[in-house]
């Protein structure tokens, strides 16, 4: 059986003289692992598509429950991200936590089109890192059914003065309601990065990335939801210590409106 469809690369494995394993994940299929015969020799047609973070129509070939990749003709290989050492370690973290999240042979166009949209915002707008590593943190996590709730103190219900965000348990509470919201870490917020959380959990998934911080308040967010993300999925991803240690660094030029 043969199926075309259109998929980005998660994951690629050497296999063989000349082969790769790729996991993808890809449209009506979610995600899957593939065979890419012969990939690595020169000249190959399935080179290009068979690299990590380079999205692809791709025609599948199934043969005894394993899929094969015949062709792939490449759609966007985000370029300025797989050729920048920081947005690639950033790229991979993404790439990692969709592998954990999706589920194999389960469509999901809407985590599909969360890391494309986060991998063209590194590729394209100029906004700061951080900003778009916490916005697909907490995206991805309430895609994944771990929405944390932000309507108002989850022990008094009123609007909280001086949030806290209780990160085990995913609920924000006042300062002085936070010992009723139970064990686990609990970090403090500020309004501006309540609104930022709300607007990024709640707001149009296309306007996703249109929300400022300031810069000291940015970088602590960005931890913060990265904190959240690691606890949800009980562990820390590989990819984002190897990210976070390149980041600090690594000089890049400031951003302009950060
Ligand atoms: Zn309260």
């Known amino acids: 059986m043969h199926i075309v ?13 000349s ?15 593939l065979k890419a015969r012969g990939c690595r020799r020169k000249n190959s047609p399935l080179a290009a598509g068979s690299q990590l973070l380079v999205y692809s129509e791709m025609t599948w070939f ?3 429950d394993r899929w094969t990749l015949q062709e792939a003709s490449t759609l966007q290989e985000f370029r300025r ?5 920081v947005r690639l370690a950033l ?15 389960e469509e999901n166009q809407p985590l599909l ?13 100029d906004k700061p890192l951080d900003l778009i590593q916490a916005a697909f943190d907490l995206r991805c996590m309430v895609l994944a059914g771990y929405a944390p709730l932000l309507d108002g103190c989850a022990v008094c219900g009123r609007e909280p003065e001086e949030p806290r965000l209780n990160l085990e348990a995913g609920v924000l509470c006042c300062r002085d309601c936070q010992a009723g919201t139970g064990p686990g870490r609990i970090e403090a917020l500020t309004g501006e990065m309540l609104a930022a959380a709300r607007h990024i959990a709640w707001g149009d998934p296309k306007r996703l990335f249109s929300f400022r911080l300031p810069p000291d308040q940015l970088a602590s967010f960005a ?15 590989r990819t984002l210590s ?14 302009a409106g950060a």
């Open 5 to 17: 469809t259109r998929g980005i690369v998660l994951r690629e494995t050497q296999y063989k003289e």
């Open 19 to 33: 082969d790769k394993l790729l996991t993808v994940l890809a449209q009506g299929q979610g995600k899957a692992t």
């Open 62 to 64: 199934s043969y005894q």
């Open 81 to 85: 991200v797989r050729q920048d050492l």
């Open 91 to 105: 790229g991979s973290y993404f790439a990692e936590v969709c592998e954990a999240v999706a589920v194999e042979g």
């Open 113 to 125: 089109s969360l890391l494309l949209n986060s991998l063209y915002a590194m590729d394209q707008l």
């Open 223 to 237: 931890a913060l939801t990265a904190a959240y993300l690691s606890g949800r999925l009980e562990r820390e991803p």
């Open 242 to 255: 190897f990210y976070r240690s390149l980041a600090r660094w690594t000089p890049r030029p400031p951003v």
